[in-house]
């Protein structure tokens, strides 16, 4: 059992998150323990609730997911052959909070968590052993913050030859979403509300499709998006016609059906796999909830129909997951 003071400090990274939180920050999480206590059910019910409203913000919404936001760069480390940072990107300083003497020249796994370093060492050990012309990897890392906190990360790690003194470097990049046209959508929630020049504003969610061009109403995005957060509210269940759907919420299957596509970047039963998928992951590596519980509770006709959507959207299975999460086995 930990002592008074590691308690502290486990209440201490809540905190840190809950004020992240409040400033509008939903990327980091906090380290699980093998403990079973209430700090420990509190940790992971903070760390739920920043998976679920950090989603919520990407699906949330009536613009087209393609013009509002966009990716960015969030780290990027170059590595020698021995892990060493050599070289970064000045914004990882904003996510990690370390200064610059504290990065350069230090091991590179020793900001990873325990299961990251485990896995970063087998990665490595296989760059090592591949040719540079031809391997990049995709990875997912989780770091260790200077207050403690966790940030997971999808990594794309990459071997390269430097020109200058023609040595081997090791290339880690994260990508991150952010939003990119805020002006635009305002102005347009508000050409929509105020009914001022409707028609100029429904031309910002015709399709890019020309023989599948839609003009939403902003009634129509009211029904689609309730559509949504149907789905959303009934991952369990399974998905009626979409016919049926489009006459329970007032519309039609064409509306529906292209004007989803169009709003949310997927069709209707992509966005439902894709949810499903994405509240099972959640709830894979923040609770002991068994792996065919999981499958039953998103939805799933079996575990092994479950396991064989899960590979082949993530490239590895939920017990892979459920491993590298410390978390009890299903």
């Known amino acids: 059992m930990y002592n008074d003071e590691t308690n502290k400090q486990r209440i201490k990274q809540i905190h840190t998150m809950l004020m992240e939180f409040a400033s509008g920050n939903f990327s980091y999480n906090i380290e699980r323990s093998n403990l079973d206590d209430d700090i420990e059910a509190l940790t992971a019910l903070v760390n739920m609730t920043f998976q679920e409203v950090k989603s919520s913000f990407i699906h949330q919404g009536y613009a087209n997911l393609n013009e509002t936001?966009?990716?960015?760069?969030?780290?990027f480390f170059v590595l020698d052959l021995e892990d060493t940072i050599i070289a970064f990107n000045s914004h990882i300083k904003q996510v990690l909070?370390?200064?610059d003497d504290e990065l350069l020249e230090e091991v590179f796994s020793t900001?990873?968590?325990?299961?990251s370093k485990l896995a970063w060492n087998g990665l490595k050990s296989k760059l090592a052993h591949t040719n540079l012309d031809a391997h990049e990897?995709?990875?997912v890392l989780s770091f260790k913050t200077k207050q403690q906190l966790i940030l997971t990360a999808n990594c794309l790690v990459s071997k390269f030859v430097d020109p200058v003194n023609q040595l081997e470097r090791i290339v880690i990049t994260s990508i991150d979403i952010i939003k990119n046209s805020t002006e635009r959508e305002t102005e347009l929630r508000k050409m929509v509300s105020s009914g001022k020049d409707k028609n100029k504003a429904t031309k910002h969610f015709q399709t890019g499709n020309k023989s599948k061009r839609l003009n939403l109403s902003f009634s129509d995005i009211r029904k689609i998006r309730k559509v949504h957060d149907h789905i959303i509210n009934n991952l369990d269940k399974p998905l009626a016609p979409l016919i049926e759907l489009a006459h329970i919420f007032g519309t039609n299957e064409y509306k529906l059906k292209y004007g989803f596509k169009q709003l949310y970047g997927q069709t209707v039963f992509r966005f439902l796999i894709n949810e499903r998928l994405r509240k099972a992951s959640i709830l894979i590596q923040h609770t002991d909830t068994s792996i065919k519980e999981?499958?039953?509770?998103?939805?799933?006709?079996?575990?092994?129909?479950?396991?064989?959507?899960?590979?082949?959207?993530y490239g590895f299975t939920p017990r892979d997951l459920r491993k590298q999460s410390g978390d009890v086995l299903g």
């Not at 900001?111 to 299961?115: A, I, N, S």
């Not at 998103?298 to 959507?309: D, L, M, N, Q, V």
């Open 137 to 139: 990897e995709f990875i």
């Open 294 to 313: 999981v499958a039953h509770a998103t939805g799933f006709i079996s575990a092994p129909h479950f396991s064989k959507a899960f590979k082949e959207k």
């Open 111 to 115: 900001f990873l968590t325990q299961d």
């Open 69 to 75: 936001y966009k990716h960015v760069v969030q780290m």
């Open 97 to 99: 909070f370390f200064d």
